[in-house]
């Protein structure tokens, strides 16, 4: 006896879903446009160059010297988000 159109086309279903699921999705990535370069070199660069300015001159920069071992950090983590922009660089 022939099977039923109904129950070829549940199969087919079944086989149909089985191999969408198999396929990986495409993802895309986050950034990498054309600011991501030149951002991340001038925020390391500003970085360094706080911390340069700090070191030679802070004393007699009033803002510099009221901040004290801050600046430390503000140096260093202009440098850390320069680094964490980078990861968005292809």
Do not use: C, D
């Amino acid at each position: 006896m022939p099977e039923s159109r109904t129950r070829k086309s549940a199969e087919t279903k079944k086989k149909q879903q089985a191999t969408a699921e198999a396929k990986p999705k495409k993802v895309k990535s986050p950034g990498g446009g054309r600011w991501v370069a030149p951002t991340f070199i001038t925020v390391g660069l500003l970085g360094v160059l706080w911390l340069i300015v700090f070191y030679v001159g802070g004393q007699h920069i009033p803002f510099m010297a009221a901040l004290g071992n801050w600046n430390i950090l503000i140096g260093m983590g202009a440098m850390a988000a320069s680094f964490g922009i980078a990861t968005l660089w292809k």
